[in-house]
Protein backbone atom coordinates (compact mmCIF):
# COMPACT_ATOMS: atom_id res chain seq x y z
CA UNK A 1 0.00 0.00 0.00
CA UNK A 2 2.58 2.41 0.74
CA UNK A 3 4.31 1.47 -2.38
CA UNK A 4 1.27 2.14 -4.37
CA UNK A 5 0.60 5.92 -2.27
CA UNK A 6 4.08 6.90 -3.27
CA UNK A 7 3.23 5.34 -6.62
CA UNK A 8 0.33 7.55 -7.12
CA UNK A 9 2.05 10.58 -5.37
CA UNK A 10 4.83 10.39 -7.63
CA UNK A 11 2.42 10.39 -10.52
CA UNK A 12 0.64 13.34 -9.09
CA UNK A 13 3.58 15.68 -8.82
CA UNK A 14 4.77 14.44 -12.62
CA UNK A 15 1.71 15.65 -13.63
CA UNK A 16 1.30 18.84 -11.85
CA UNK A 17 5.16 19.37 -13.00
CA UNK A 18 4.07 18.54 -16.56
CA UNK A 19 1.13 20.80 -16.64
CA UNK A 20 3.37 23.93 -15.15
CA UNK A 21 6.77 23.49 -17.42
CA UNK A 22 4.10 23.46 -20.50
CA UNK A 23 2.34 26.57 -18.97
CA UNK A 24 5.69 28.27 -18.50
CA UNK A 25 6.53 27.15 -21.90
CA UNK A 26 4.01 28.83 -23.38
CA UNK A 27 3.63 32.24 -21.51
CA UNK A 28 7.12 32.29 -23.09
CA UNK A 29 6.58 31.82 -26.46
CA UNK A 30 3.44 34.26 -26.07
CA UNK A 31 6.29 36.66 -24.50
CA UNK A 32 8.67 35.76 -27.30
CA UNK A 33 5.70 36.15 -29.92
CA UNK A 34 4.71 39.49 -28.64
CA UNK A 35 8.41 41.00 -28.17
CA UNK A 36 8.76 39.90 -32.05
CA UNK A 37 5.72 41.63 -33.07
CA UNK A 38 6.88 45.03 -31.24
CA UNK A 39 10.15 44.45 -32.30
CA UNK A 40 9.34 44.38 -35.89
CA UNK A 41 6.86 47.80 -35.70
CA UNK A 42 9.87 49.45 -34.13
CA UNK A 43 11.73 48.38 -36.63
CA UNK A 44 8.90 49.25 -39.55
CA UNK A 45 8.87 52.61 -37.27
CA UNK A 46 12.16 53.52 -37.51
CA UNK A 47 12.73 52.86 -41.52
CA UNK A 48 9.64 54.86 -41.57
CA UNK A 49 11.49 57.42 -40.07
CA UNK A 50 14.83 57.60 -41.72
CA UNK A 51 13.00 57.05 -45.44
CA UNK A 52 10.95 59.88 -44.45
CA UNK A 53 14.49 62.25 -43.53
CA UNK A 54 15.84 60.63 -46.80
CA UNK A 55 13.04 62.03 -48.45
CA UNK A 56 13.25 65.53 -46.47
CA UNK A 57 16.75 65.95 -46.92
CA UNK A 58 16.15 65.24 -50.90
CA UNK A 59 13.90 67.60 -51.49
CA UNK A 60 15.84 70.07 -49.24
CA UNK A 61 18.54 69.71 -51.66
CA UNK A 62 16.86 69.93 -54.79
CA UNK A 63 14.51 73.14 -53.34
CA UNK A 64 18.19 74.30 -52.41
CA UNK A 65 19.71 73.62 -56.04
CA UNK A 66 17.18 74.88 -57.94
CA UNK A 67 17.03 78.41 -55.64
CA UNK A 68 20.96 78.64 -56.11
CA UNK A 69 20.87 77.89 -59.80
CA UNK A 70 17.54 80.65 -60.16
CA UNK A 71 19.83 82.76 -58.39
CA UNK A 72 23.20 82.31 -60.29
CA UNK A 73 20.98 83.32 -63.39
CA UNK A 74 19.92 86.18 -62.04
CA UNK A 75 23.10 87.56 -61.28
CA UNK A 76 24.84 86.23 -64.25
CA UNK A 77 21.96 88.21 -66.49
CA UNK A 78 22.28 90.88 -64.67
CA UNK A 79 25.96 91.39 -64.58
CA UNK A 80 25.89 90.90 -68.53
CA UNK A 81 23.03 92.81 -68.79
CA UNK A 82 24.72 96.18 -66.56
CA UNK A 83 28.17 95.33 -68.29
CA UNK A 84 25.94 95.95 -72.01
CA UNK A 85 24.32 98.91 -70.70
CA UNK A 86 27.94 100.37 -69.00
CA UNK A 87 29.77 99.43 -72.57
CA UNK A 88 26.99 100.97 -74.69
CA UNK A 89 27.25 104.04 -72.68
CA UNK A 90 31.13 104.23 -72.64
CA UNK A 91 31.04 103.71 -76.51
CA UNK A 92 28.46 106.37 -76.61
CA UNK A 93 30.63 108.71 -74.74
CA UNK A 94 33.49 107.56 -77.08
CA UNK A 95 31.64 108.49 -80.07
CA UNK A 96 30.11 112.10 -78.69
CA UNK A 97 34.22 112.70 -78.10
CA UNK A 98 35.20 111.85 -81.18
CA UNK A 99 32.20 113.71 -83.16
CA UNK A 100 33.36 116.51 -81.01
CA UNK A 101 36.86 116.50 -81.66
CA UNK A 102 35.92 116.04 -84.98
CA UNK A 103 34.01 119.53 -85.12
CA UNK A 104 36.95 121.08 -83.39
CA UNK A 105 39.26 119.96 -85.87
CA UNK A 106 36.49 120.47 -88.76
CA UNK A 107 36.43 123.86 -87.29
CA UNK A 108 40.35 124.69 -86.97
CA UNK A 109 40.09 123.88 -91.12
CA UNK A 110 37.69 126.39 -91.38
CA UNK A 111 39.69 128.89 -89.29
CA UNK A 112 42.74 128.37 -91.52
CA UNK A 113 41.04 128.19 -94.67
CA UNK A 114 39.31 131.82 -93.63
CA UNK A 115 42.74 132.65 -92.48
CA UNK A 116 44.30 131.41 -96.40
CA UNK A 117 41.48 133.74 -98.20
CA UNK A 118 42.45 137.01 -96.16
CA UNK A 119 46.28 136.30 -96.66
CA UNK A 120 45.41 136.10 -100.14
CA UNK A 121 43.36 139.25 -100.55
CA UNK A 122 46.48 141.14 -98.75
CA UNK A 123 49.05 139.07 -100.92
CA UNK A 124 49.45 142.91 -102.81
CA UNK A 125 50.10 144.18 -99.71
CA UNK A 126 52.30 142.51 -97.91
CA UNK A 127 52.99 139.02 -99.09
CA UNK A 128 55.40 138.11 -96.48
CA UNK A 129 53.11 138.92 -93.84
CA UNK A 130 50.26 136.56 -95.60
CA UNK A 131 52.40 133.99 -95.74
CA UNK A 132 53.43 133.74 -92.33
CA UNK A 133 50.09 133.50 -91.74
CA UNK A 134 49.29 130.87 -93.30
CA UNK A 135 51.98 128.96 -92.29
CA UNK A 136 50.95 130.25 -88.67
CA UNK A 137 47.38 128.87 -89.57
CA UNK A 138 48.38 125.45 -90.87
CA UNK A 139 50.43 124.43 -87.79
CA UNK A 140 48.01 125.51 -85.52
CA UNK A 141 45.13 123.55 -87.37
CA UNK A 142 47.54 120.26 -87.50
CA UNK A 143 48.52 121.04 -83.68
CA UNK A 144 44.59 121.08 -83.13
CA UNK A 145 44.12 117.99 -85.24
CA UNK A 146 46.77 116.06 -83.61
CA UNK A 147 45.63 116.90 -80.00
CA UNK A 148 42.13 115.99 -80.94
CA UNK A 149 42.76 112.21 -82.45
CA UNK A 150 45.22 111.71 -79.52
CA UNK A 151 42.15 112.29 -77.30
CA UNK A 152 40.15 110.20 -79.32
CA UNK A 153 42.60 107.49 -79.17
CA UNK A 154 43.15 107.94 -75.33
CA UNK A 155 39.26 108.09 -74.44
CA UNK A 156 38.64 104.90 -76.73
CA UNK A 157 41.37 102.89 -75.06
CA UNK A 158 39.87 103.76 -71.17
CA UNK A 159 36.99 102.64 -72.47
CA UNK A 160 38.09 99.43 -74.07
CA UNK A 161 39.60 98.76 -70.44
CA UNK A 162 37.02 99.90 -67.99
CA UNK A 163 35.25 97.35 -69.95
CA UNK A 164 37.71 94.63 -70.08
CA UNK A 165 37.76 95.42 -66.35
CA UNK A 166 34.03 95.15 -65.62
CA UNK A 167 33.85 92.30 -67.79
CA UNK A 168 36.18 90.42 -65.82
CA UNK A 169 34.93 91.09 -62.06
CA UNK A 170 31.47 89.71 -63.12
CA UNK A 171 33.22 86.27 -64.35
CA UNK A 172 35.08 86.38 -60.86
CA UNK A 173 31.36 86.53 -59.46
CA UNK A 174 29.88 83.90 -61.23
CA UNK A 175 32.57 81.76 -60.51
CA UNK A 176 32.39 82.36 -56.59
CA UNK A 177 29.08 81.57 -56.87
CA UNK A 178 29.43 78.24 -58.64
CA UNK A 179 31.84 77.55 -56.02
CA UNK A 180 29.15 78.02 -53.56
CA UNK A 181 26.96 75.98 -55.35
CA UNK A 182 29.34 72.71 -55.91
CA UNK A 183 30.28 73.93 -51.94
CA UNK A 184 26.23 73.36 -50.85
CA UNK A 185 26.28 70.23 -53.40
CA UNK A 186 28.85 68.55 -51.67
CA UNK A 187 27.66 69.12 -48.07
CA UNK A 188 24.65 67.51 -48.64
CA UNK A 189 25.93 64.80 -50.80
CA UNK A 190 26.89 64.00 -47.38
CA UNK A 191 24.24 64.51 -45.48
CA UNK A 192 22.84 61.54 -47.89
CA UNK A 193 24.84 59.50 -47.49
CA UNK A 194 25.42 59.65 -43.51
CA UNK A 195 21.62 58.95 -43.85
CA UNK A 196 21.95 55.88 -46.31
CA UNK A 197 23.69 54.00 -43.48
CA UNK A 198 20.43 53.84 -41.38
CA UNK A 199 18.24 52.42 -44.18
CA UNK A 200 18.80 49.16 -45.03
CA UNK A 201 19.41 47.92 -48.47
CA UNK A 202 20.75 51.31 -50.03
CA UNK A 203 24.60 51.56 -50.17
CA UNK A 204 26.25 54.35 -49.31
CA UNK A 205 27.72 54.73 -53.18
CA UNK A 206 23.96 55.18 -54.38
CA UNK A 207 23.54 57.60 -51.38
CA UNK A 208 26.29 59.20 -52.75
CA UNK A 209 25.29 59.20 -55.88
CA UNK A 210 22.04 60.28 -55.68
CA UNK A 211 23.35 63.54 -54.17
CA UNK A 212 25.56 64.52 -57.02
CA UNK A 213 23.62 66.61 -59.62
CA UNK A 214 24.37 66.75 -63.64
CA UNK A 215 26.14 70.67 -62.71
CA UNK A 216 28.50 69.12 -60.09
CA UNK A 217 30.19 67.06 -62.50
CA UNK A 218 31.55 63.69 -62.15
CA UNK A 219 34.41 64.82 -60.21
CA UNK A 220 32.29 66.16 -57.35
CA UNK A 221 30.32 62.69 -57.47
CA UNK A 222 33.89 60.90 -57.05
CA UNK A 223 34.80 62.94 -54.06
CA UNK A 224 31.44 62.21 -52.20
CA UNK A 225 31.59 58.40 -52.88
CA UNK A 226 34.72 58.43 -51.77
CA UNK A 227 34.02 60.55 -48.42
CA UNK A 228 30.94 57.93 -48.10
CA UNK A 229 33.56 54.81 -48.30
CA UNK A 230 35.44 55.99 -45.98
Known sequence: QLRTVTAHEVAELKSTVEREVATLRATAEREITQQRA???REAEEKRAEATKLLTDARDKRDKDLQALELQLAERREKAEREESERHAAQVAQTQKMVSEAEQRAHAAQERAKEIEQRAEARRVESERTANETVDKAKALADKTLNEAKAESQRLLSEARTEAELTTQAARREVEDLTRQKDAV???LGQMLSGLAGIVPGVPNGQ???AA??????KADGD????????
Open 38 to 40: KAA
Open 185 to 187: TSQ
Open 207 to 209: AAT
Open 212 to 217: ATPEAG
Open 223 to 230: KVAAESAG
